[in-house]
C-alpha cells in the first residue's frame, strides 16, 4: 500500500470554511469561501471597498457594531464619518468607465473603544443581480492605506484581497471586520429585499458570523470548535510541522480543487 504524502498545512487553511463558492481568479481575485479570514495589519487604515465597470450605481454602507450592541450606520444612507474611526468616500453614481465606494477604517483608533464589528453591504440602485453583472463583475475586498481617504483616486488595477460577487441578488454582505482580532471575513451572502438595513440586520449578522466563522485570535494553539479545511486535512493525511519535509504544502494560496483533490484520495 502506498505511503501517504506528508503534508505541511500553513495556519490559514485552518480557517478556511469547507463550502466554497467559486469565483474568477487572477491575481489580485481569490477564489475562497464564505467564512474566509484574513488577518490586516493593526496599525493602518483598512480599506473596505466595491469596484465595478460601467455605468451603472451600487450603494456601500458599513454597520459598526459595539460591545453593548449598539449599532451605527455610515455611508450612503447613513453619516459619512464615524468620529475618526470610518470615512465614507462618497456616493459614486456610476460616472467613469470604473467605479468604486469604499469604508476606510482607522483600526488604529478604532481599538482605543469598544467597536466589536464592522459589516460592509452594498445595494445595486441601478445594475443586475451581482452574479450576472456586466463586464467584469462586481468586486469587493479590502486593502491598507497610510491614513483615511487617502489616495482617492486609486487606481483600480491595483486592487488586492479582492472576490468577484456570485449571490443571485442586489443586496448583499460583502465582508466584515473583526476588531479585537483583526480578522476581515469574506463574505458573498444575500441579504434579501429590504430597502434599507439597521439594528435588527446588524444583529443577525453579528449571531451568523459568531456562530459560524472561525476568528484568528493569533495564538500558536490551532481551534477545532469548528471544522475546516486544515481540520479534515489534519485528520486523513500525515502532517508535518516543518515545511522541508512536506512532499506538499497548503498555504493561503491553494485552490479548493487540489485541497478537494487530496480530501477525495
Known sequence: MNERPKIFINRALFYRPLAVNVRASSLSINQVANGTVEIVPPNKTIRMYTLWEGGYDIDLSGLVIFSDNRVEKVGWNGRGTLGSMVTYSGDNTGTHNKNAEYLDINLSQMKKTDVEWVIVEARVFRGSNFGSFPKSGVLAGWMERDKPDANRNWLPETVSSAVKLANDSKTAYLSALHVPTNNIVFLDLSMGN??????????????????????????????????????????????????????IVFDENTTSEAVSALLNL
Open 194 to 247: 429590504g430597502m434599507v438595513s439597521g439594528p435588527e440586520d446588524a444583529m443577525k449578522m453579528r449571531t451568523y458570523l459568531e456562530n459560524l466563522v472561525t476568528l484568528d485570535n493569533g495564538s500558536n494553539t490551532i481551534s477545532w470548535d469548528k471544522l475546516n479545511q486544515g481540520h479534515i486535512l489534519h485528520l486523513l493525511h500525515t502532517v508535518t510541522d516543518k515545511i522541508e519535509e512536506a512532499d
